[in-house]
C-alpha cells in the first residue's frame, strides 16, 4: 500500500509527495541512536508484559499438553493427548462450531454496523453530543452486569421483547405456541447470546472508527477535494487506506476477544439447552475449573491457538509493513 | 509424576479398609476437647480466621452466620471475617487461592464438591467427624460421599438443601388428583392441568436445577449413575431408558418448551407467578411465593419426594461441606469454629427458614428448626431416609464431578424431550460419561 | 475548482433534509443501544413486585417508583467502596498503560526497528491465552507480590490486557500521522523525543484518549480475575461487588444490580463524550462533507 496518495491526478497532491519524500529523508540521526532510543521505548511495555504474562503463558501452554487437575497442577506430559480427546467428544464438536459461528457472525455485524455508525456520527448535527453518550453506554456498562439485563429480557416469562411483540400482535400471549424463547429455541438461543455480543461490541467498533476518522487530517482531505476527488474516490482511496490500520487492529482484537469472551454465554445459557450456545470458553471452563480437569479445560481453550497463531501474525505483520 | 502413581495404588485399597486405618489417633486429643462448649483455647488469641462461603439462597442466613462468626470471635478473641460468593463462582476462587498456596483458612464447598480434588492439600478431619458422631448422633450414611476420600474425612458436612415437589393443592383437586404419590401423578396433573392453562415445568438446561431435578427422577425410576465404588458406569440400564421415556412424555404432555431457558429460579417465578401447578426445587421457591404472591401460597404444598414405578424415592440434595487448606493459616480456629457451628445447629437451621437440612441423625428430632411448626413443611424432617448426592451411588468424585458441571445428564433427557431416538441418546450419553471417567482413571 | 453537482437549494432547507435523513439513519442505533440502557434504568427505580406484571405496560411505573434499590446499594453493600476502588484501580490502570504504550506504539509506528516487530507481535499474542487458564498462574505471581484480596492486584495485572491492545491501537493512530509534521519539528530542534511530545502526540490526541477510555473500561469488563484475586468485599471493583454480592442463589436484587451498573457506566460514556469534543472539535465532519 505504498501508492496511499491515491489522488485522481497523481503528484498533484501536495501533501501526498511531501510525505513520500518523508519516507526517504527522515533520518537524520544515526541508526545506532535511533536503535537505542526505539527499544528504550519498547522497552517498559514489553518487561511489563513479559514479566507478568510470560512465564504463566508457558505454563498454561504447557498445562494444555499434560493431565493437571485443580488440584495437583504439577502433573505428567501427555503430549497432544488432550486435543485428541476434546476431537473425540461431540460436545467439542458443537462447540467449536458454534465459536466459529458466534465469532464470524457477530464480528461481521458489529463491523458492519460499527462502521455505519462511526460515519452517522461524525457528520455535525443538531444534538450529536448526546445522541454520541448514549451510544456508546451499552460499552461502558459492566458485562457482568448489563448481561444481567438481557437475561432478565430474554426471560421466558416476563421479557419485556415478548411483551412488546405481542402488544403490537406479531406474536401470541405467554403460553401459545408462538411465544419466543430466546434462550431456549437452539438457533434462536444462538442468535440470542451473539446479539448480545453485537450490542455491546458495536460501539466499541465505531469509537475506534471514529478515532481514526477523525484522525485523518483535514489538509490531505481538502486538497484531494480541490482535486476534484468525488465523495467515493475520497473515501476508498484516501480515508480507507488511512484508517485502514486502526480498522483491522480494531477487528483483530475484536475477535481475539469476542473468542475468549465467557461471560454473556455463561450468564445467560451457559452453553443450554443441550450444547445449543455452548462455545469453547464456556466449555473450558466448566471442565478446567468447574470441574477441575484443568489439561483438559487448558486444551480446549487453546484449541484455535495453532490456527490463530500463525494468522495473528501474519496479519500484524501485514499491519506493520505498511508505509503511509 | 508420583503423585499419579500413589492415585492409582490408593484406589485400589478398598474404601472401608481406609476408613478403619485412618480416623483414630492423627490429630489427637486437643481436638476433641475442643468441640465442647468450652472456650477456645489460649493459644487462639490474637489470631485470626478467614473463611470463604456461598451466598447463601436465603440472604437472612448469611446475615446470622456473619453475626455468629463475629460473636465467636468476639468471644475467644479471634478477628473472625466471612467472605461470600455465589456457589457457582468459588471453583474459580478455590483454583486461585491453591495455585497461590494462600488464602482462606476454612472454606466451604458448595454446589460443586471438590473433596476428591483436594483432598491432598485438605487438613484430615477424621477425629472431628468422629467426635461430632459421638455427640449428635450417626452422620448421614451418604454424608460420606461429599467429605470422604477413601474413608477420610476431608470435609465436615455442613447442610445439604432438599429439593422437593412443590405442588398447587387447589389446582390437582379441580382436575381430582389429589396429593401426588408417585412420578405418575405428577404426569397426570400436568397433562390435566396444561389444558387449563397450568403447565409444570422442570429445567431442561444447563443449570444446577437440571442436574438435581433429572438425577432424582432417575434415582426414582431406579437408575444408578455408577456402582457403589463409584469407579464403574451404570448408567447403561432399562431403568435409565424408562426415566427417559417417562420424562419426555412429562414434557409432552404437562410443559411449553420455555422450560429449555430455565435457569435455577425461572421456575421459583413460573410457581410464585401462579401459572406452574407444580415444580421440583428447593424451597426457596416456596418462601419466593411466600413472601411476593400469598394468594398463590395459601394453596401451594410441599411433598418430600414422590415414588418411581418400583416404589423408590430418591432426592438429590445439594450438600455444603466444610474443608480446611493446609496451608491455612489458622487451622485450629477453623475446627473450633466448625464445632461451634454444629453446636449452634438449631439456630442455623432456623435461620435458614428450614432450608439448611443436617447431616447428623440426632439434629432430626422432631420438630425441627424452621419445619416442625410449619404444618406445610413439616413433612420434610424425614428428609435424611431419602436423600441421594449427585454420583449415586458412587461418591461426589472427580469424575462424577465433571459428568456434573458439564450437564451431560440433562443433555440427555433435553435430546430426548426435543424427540431424539433413546437410543441415539443413551449412545451420545454414555460415550460422553465414558471419556470423562476414562480420563479420570488414567490421571 | 469543481463546483458541488447539486440544484441550488436554500441553506435551510438543506440542513433540514440532511438532519431528518441522520436521524432517520440513527434511529435503529438509538434503539438498539438505549432500549436496554433505559430498560435498566426503568428497573433500577421500580418496585419488586412491579417487575413481575405482564398485565401492564411494562416501561412504566405502577407502583410508585421507589429509591429502595439505592439504598440497598449504599447502605447494605460497600458499593461506596467499590466505585473508589474501581475509580482507583482504572486511573492507575490507565496511567500504566499510557506511560508504556505511548512510547511502545511510537517506536513500533515509526522507528525501524530490527526484531522490534516480534517483540510487538509477542506482546499481542498473550491475548492468545483465554484468562480462564492465565488466572491461574497469575494468581501465584499476585501472592507472591503479597497482593491477594487487595485491589493492588488488579492494578497489577490489568495492564497485562491494556497494554498490548493500546500499543496496538496507538501505533495505528501514530503512522495516521504524516512524517512531515514531524520532520517540521525537528528541524525546528526539536529531538526525536520531543517531536513525539510536542507534535505527534497533540495530533494523536483522539487515540491517546481513546486509549485511555479503553483502559476504564477493559478494567470494567473484567470479572474473573477479579473473582479470583479479591474476595474482600471492601476490596472489590464495581462489577465483582454487585454481581457477587447482589445475586444471592436464587434471588437477584435485579433493581439493585442495574443500578449498581448504571452508575459506573453512564459517567464513563458521558466522560468520553466531553474529552473527545473538548480536543477534537473542528476536525470531525471534514472528512465528509
Known amino acids: 500500500m505504498a501508492e496511499v496518495p491515491g489522488a485522481p491526478t497523481p503528484g498533484t497532491c501536495p501533501v501526498a509527495v511531501g510525505e513520500r519524500v518523508g519516507v526517504r529523508f527522515r533520518w537524520r540521526a544515526p541508526a545506532a541512536r535511533r536503535c537505542l532510543l526505539g527499544y528504550a521505548l519498547l522497552a517498559p511495555a514489553v518487561l511489563y508484559v513479559g514479566a507478568l504474562v510470560g512465564v504463566p503463558f508457558l505454563f498454561s501452554l504447557y498445562l494444555a499438553m499434560s493431565d493437571a487437575t485443580v488440584g495437583d497442577p504439577v502433573a505428567g506430559f501427555v503430549g497432544l493427548e488432550n486435543f485428541r480427546a476434546a476431537l473425540e467428544s461431540t460436545t467439542f464438536h458443537v462447540a467449536l462450531r458454534n465459536t466459529v459461528v458466534f465469532t464470524v457472525g457477530a464480528g461481521v455485524l458489529k463491523g458492519l454496523l460499527g462502521t455505519t455508525l462511526a460515519f452517522l456520527l461524525v457528520q455535525p448535527f443538531v444534538g450529536r453530543r448526546v445522541v454520541r453518550a448514549l451510544v456508546v453506554i451499552p460499552f461502558t456498562l459492566p458485562i457482568a452486569i448489563s448481561v444481567l439485563g438481557w ?3 430474554f426471560d421466558s416469562q416476563f421479557s419485556v421483547l415478548n411483551w412488546a411483540l405481542s402488544r403490537v400482535g406479531l406474536i401470541g400471549g405467554y403460553g401459545s405456541p408462538d411465544w419466543p424463547v ?138 506493520r509493513r505498511r508505509q503511509y | 509424576m508420583s503423585d499419579a502413581q500413589t492415585v492409582r495404588t490408593d484406589l485400589a485399597i478398598g474404601r472401608r479398609g481406609f476408613l478403619k486405618a485412618t480416623g483414630a489417633g492423627i490429630a489427637g486429643g486437643g481436638l476433641l476437647t475442643a468441640v465442647g462448649a ?41 478477628r473472625v ?202 424451597i426457596s421457591a416456596f418462601r419466593t411465593t411466600q413472601d411476593t404472591n400469598p394468594r398463590v401460597f395459601k394453596d401451594t404444598y410441599c411433598v418430600p419426594e414422590v415414588a418411581g414405578p418400583g416404589g423408590q424415592k430418591w432426592n438429590v440434595g445439594e450438600p455444603n461441606v466444610w474443608a480446611i487448606w493446609k496451608f491455612g493459616k489458622n487451622p485450629q480456629a477453623a475446627r473450633d469454629f466448625i464445632a461451634a457451628l454444629v453446636d449452634h445447629q438449631k439456630e442455623a437451621m432456623e435461620a435458614s427458614r428450614g432450608y439448611n437440612m443436617p447431616f447428623l441423625r440426632d439434629h432430626y428430632r422432631k420438630p425441627m428448626p424452621g419445619l416442625g411448626n410449619d404444618p406445610k413443611l413439616a413433612v420434610l424432617q424425614e428428609q435424611d431416609r431419602i436423600t441421594a448426592f449427585f454420583g449415586y451411588p458412587g461418591l461426589m468424585s472427580p469424575p462424577a464431578q465433571e ?37 479420570h482413571r488414567a490421571a | ?78 458499593y461506596r467502596d467499590w466505585i473508589v476502588n474501581t475509580a482507583a484501580i482504572s486511573f492507575w490502570v490507565s496511567l500504566i498503560t499510557l506511560l508504556t504504550a505511548v512510547p511502545a506504539g511510537y517506536a513500533l509506528a515509526r522507528l525501524r526497528l530490527p526484531f522490534a516487530e516480534n517483540l510487538g507481535i509477542g506482546i499481542f499474542l498473550t491475548y492468545l491465552v483465554p484468562a480462564i487458564i492465565l488466572f491461574i498462574p497469575l494468581a501465584r505471581v499476585v501472592s507472591t507480590l503479597d497482593l491477594q484480596d487487595r485491589w493492588w492486584s488488579l492494578v497489577v495485572v490489568y495492564p497485562t490486557f491494556t497494554i498490548p491492545f493500546c500499543t496496538w491501537l496507538l501505533m495505528g493512530f501514530f503512522k495516521t500521522v504524516p512524517f512531515e509534521i514531524e520532520e517540521a519539528a525537528m528541524v ?102
Not at chain 2, 44 to 60: D, E, I, Q
Not at chain 3, 51 to 75: Q, S
Open chain 3, 188 to 289: 525546528d530542534g526539536c529531538g526525536q523525543v520531543g517531536a513525539l511530545l510536542r507534535v505527534v502526540l497533540p495530533v494523536s490526541l483522539p487515540g491517546v484518549i481513546t486509549a485511555v477510555i479503553f483502559s476504564f473500561t477493559l478494567s470494567m469488563q473484567d470479572f474473573l480475575y477479579s473473582l479470583a484475586f479479591v474476595s474482600i468485599s471492601e476490596q472489590k471493583p464495581v462489577p465483582l461487588g454487585v454481581a457477587t454480592e447482589l445475586i444471592r442463589g436464587d434471588v437477584f436484587f435485579w433493581g439493585s444490580l442495574m443500578a449498581g451498573a448504571l452508575l459506573v457506566g453512564v459517567p464513563v460514556a458521558i466522560l468520553y463524550n466531553l474529552f473527545l469534543d473538548k480536543f477534537i472539535t473542528g476536525i470531525t465532519g471534514a472528512a465528509l462533507k
Open chain 2, 38 to 78: 468450652r472456650r477456645a483455647p489460649a493459644q487462639l488469641k490474637g489470631t485470626s480466621l478467614r473463611m470463604l462461603m456461598w451466598s447463601h439462597f436465603v440472604p437472612a442466613y448469611d446475615a446470622w452466620l456473619d453475626d455468629f462468626a463475629r460473636k465467636w470471635g468476639e468471644k475467644n478473641g479471634v
Open chain 1, 151 to 153: 437475561k432478565w429480557m
Open chain 2, 81 to 282: 471475617r466471612v467472605d461470600h460468593i455465589p456457589h457457582l463462582e468459588l471453583p474459580a476462587r478455590w483454583a486461585a487461592e491453591f495455585a497461590a498456596g494462600a488464602g482462606h483458612d476454612l472454606i466451604q464447598f458448595a454446589g460443586q464438591i471438590f473433596t476428591g480434588q483436594y483432598y491432598r492439600h485438605l487438613v484430615d478431619l477424621s477425629d472431628l467427624a468422629a467426635a461430632l458422631e459421638k455427640k449428635y448422633g450417626k452422620w448421614m450414611e451418604n454424608a460420606r460421599s461429599a467429605a470422604q476420600v477413601r474413608g477420610v474425612w476431608y470435609g465436615i458436612p455442613d447442610f445439604y438443601i432438599a429439593i422437593p415437589v412443590l405442588w398447587r393443592k387447589d389446582l390437582f383437586d379441580s382436575v381430582g388428583v389429589g396429593e401426588p404419590k408417585t412420578w405418575e401423578d405428577l404426569r397426570k396433573a400436568g397433562r390435566l392441568l396444561k389444558a387449563r392453562g397450568h403447565p409444570t415445568g422442570m429445567q431442561f438446561s444447563h443449570c444446577n436445577d437440571a442436574n438435581h431435578n433429572w438425577r432424582a427422577l432417575l434415582y426414582c425410576f431406579g437408575a444408578k449413575e455408577t456402582d457403589p465404588s463409584g469407579e464403574n458406569i451404570a448408567l447403561d440400564s432399562r431403568e435409565t431408558r424408562e426415566a427417559l421415556r417417562f420424562a419426555k412424555a412429562l414434557f409432552d404432555e404437562g410443559m411449553t418448551p420455555e422450560v429449555f431457558s430455565w435457569d435455577d429460579a425461572s421456575d421459583n417465578r413460573f410457581l410464585a407467578s401462579g401459572v406452574g401447578c407444580w415444580i421440583h426445587d428447593a
Open chain 2, 403 to 439: 459428568v456434573l458441571t458439564t450437564f451431560v445428564i440433562p443433555d440427555m433427557f433435553t435430546r430426548v424431550a426435543r424427540g431424539a431416538a433413546i437410543e441415539d441418546v443413551m449412545k451420545w450419553g454414555l460415550g460422553e460419561i465414558r471419556r470423562i471417567y476414562a480420563k
Open chain 1, 182 to 319: 430466546w434462550l431456549g429455541q437452539p438457533s434462536l438461543a444462538l442468535a440470542s447470546v451473539m446479539f448480545v455480543n453485537v450490542w455491546r461490541g458495536f460501539p466499541f467498533t465505531a469509537i475506534v472508527l471514529m478515532a481514526g476518522l477523525t484522525s485523518v487530517p483535514t489538509e490531505i482531505i481538502d486538497s484531494a477535494r480541490v482535486d476534484g476527488a468525488s465523495f467515493l474516490q475520497r473515501f476508498r482511496k484516501i480515508i480507507v487506506p488511512m484508517i485502514a490500520p486502526i480498522l483491522f487492529i480494531g477487528a483483530a482484537f475484536d475477535t481475539v476477544f469476542t473468542l475468549s469472551d465467557l461471560s454473556i454465554v455463561y450468564l445467560l445459557t451457559n452453553g443450554g439447552p443441550d450444547g445449543a450456545t455452548e462455545i469453547l470458553p464456556t466449555l473450558a471452563y466448566n471442565t478446567g475449573i468447574r470441574a477441575g480437569a484443568l489439561g483438559r479445560g487448558a486444551a480446549i481453550s487453546l484449541f484455535l491457538f495453532p490456527l490463530l497463531l500463525p494468522a495473528m501474525v501474519l496479519l500484524l505483520r501485514t499491519l
Open chain 3, 1 to 78: 475548482m469543481p463546483a458541488r453537482p447539486r440544484a441550488p437549494r436554500s441553506p435551510r432547507t438543506k440542513a433540514l433534509r440532511r438532519h431528518a435523513a441522520l436521524y432517520l439513519g440513527l434511529v435503529p442505533f438509538l434503539l438498539i443501544a438505549v432500549f436496554p440502557v433505559f430498560w435498566m434504568a426503568v428497573t433500577a427505580v421500580k418496585q419488586e413486585s412491579d417487575l413481575y406484571r405482564m398485565d401492564v405496560v411494562p416501561f412504566w411505573f405502577h407502583l410508585p417508583p421507589t429509591w429502595k434499590n439505592f439504598d440497598l446499594l449504599f447502605h447494605r453493600t460497600s
